[in-house]
């Protein structure tokens, strides 16, 4: 009777491991790997700023980008007042500017294959 309750232990020891693996595992997937999926999408965002984009900061501020830095953005918020924000502090894009380079590229693109 000893030797059966010593054998039936130690399948007992092994449920809290694998409970605690399947804890991180579900953290993993609800709350980790979204947030990360969400900074990309932020981090491309900002990266793709413009002159003429209308955006909103984190602070709730509306404004027009004048201006592209590496590491800031020069927005217009009221007729002649420009202020500078670091790129993180942009929230959103509310309205992106026509991008003319854009069509370059693909008139280009139609005359090197002709």
């Known amino acids: 009777m000893l ?6 232990g130690g399948a007992g020891s092994l449920t809290p491991i694998l409970m605690i693996a399947l804890l991180f595992g579900v953290m993993y997937f609800m709350m980790i790997r979204p947030q990360q999926k969400r900074r990309r999408e932020a981090e491309s965002m900002q990266s793709a700023l413009a002159p003429g984009d209308e955006v909103v900061t ?3 501020l509306y404004g027009t980008v004048t201006g592209v830095d590496d590491d800031t953005v020069l927005l217009e918020v ?3 007042v420009q202020t500078r924000y670091a790129r993180p502090a942009i ?3 509310v309205s992106q500017a026509e991008r003319p380079a854009d069509e370059a590229v693909i ?6 294959k002709e």
């Open 3 to 8: 030797y059966a309750a010593e054998g039936g």
């Open 58 to 60: 984190i602070g709730g």
């Open 78 to 80: 009221a007729p002649g």
């Open 91 to 93: 929230a959103r894009v």
């Open 107 to 112: 008139e280009d693109a139609d005359v090197v």
